[in-house]
């Protein structure tokens, strides 16, 4: 049965500090506003109730702790990526904007539009996912040290001990991201090591890079067609054309999921020349007189649907049936 059909639906603008709510009441809108906080989540359930369908905004970190309290309540969550409400309300032409008034918009689309469900992740990739955001920031940091590093040793006059810190610093950084980077695959191995086992099967594809795309895509849990995969990976191709104005060259959207990306575009140079499908299809795309990257891009994207397919049939990649398909 549709929650939207069900139940009351409540619109909350989240901030760091307090959510704004709004909800209806007796036939009208009502708006009410909370602390961000444990206490702010009861004193909303105890006005609102918690058998509704509460549609939040995808604010990073700040709506996390609010949707887990409300799906532990019995309460239905949509968490909307930024740009729909936006776009829903450019759509109506609405003028200014508050806490309040993006509240109102929450709880009309929630009424007017469906809505996919938010479901928590396992513990486990909640932990991964940390532990890749810590890796992420500390490799930003080791590459920030090197440039320094590498532009004080260019200088013609050098302080030792300018050079001995940065050395340093470098030195513990590289070990730290090994380190974050070892308990990140083991735990990920631990949980999905038949699934592992199944995408180290295609050639060209690594054990790191068959474990980040599994915490990349959940473990293909919530994905229904590799359609969906390519497009979370930003892989969809994006034309800007009508009528007779072309924008440029048809390109890839880059809409989230760079460093999935990043790490497939280098598995695709292993895949042009050790799998079959890719490289029939590298092969033939540069003989229509695509350029190398392009041509990448599409071995990327191949990579992908056979590990959406491997995975979700259990049947590891078979040279064969590659060769037959593509």
Partial sequence: ??????????????????????????????????????????????TCGAHCLFVIEATGT??????????????HVAVLNPLVIKRFIQMHLSKGKSDRKDAQWLLRYGQQQPVTLWQPDEAVLVECRQLEQVTEQLLKQKTMVSNSLEALQRQPVISKTALKRLQQTLKVLTQQVEAVEAELLFLLEQRFSKEIALLCS?????????????LFAGGFRQLDNYRQLIAMAGLSPREHSSGTSIRGKVRITKMGGGLIRGKLFMCSFSAKKKNAACQALYDRLVAKGKNGKVALIAVC???LKQAFAIVKSGVPYQAEFASKSS
């Fill in 202 to 214: 295609i050639p060209g594809l690594g054990r790191k890079t068959a474990s980040m795309l599994l």
């Fill in 301 to 303: 994207n191949k990579l």
């Fill in 62 to 75: 700040y709506n996390l702790a609010l949707a887990y309290y409300l799906y532990e309540q019995g309460g």
């Fill in 1 to 46: 049965m549709d929650p939207q059909l069900s139940f009351p639906v409540v619109g909350i603008d989240v901030s760091k500090a307090t959510l704004a709510v709004c909800y209806q009441a007796d036939q009208q809108l009502k708006h009410v506003e909370v602390s961000n906080s444990k206490t702010g989540f009861q004193q909303l359930v105890k």
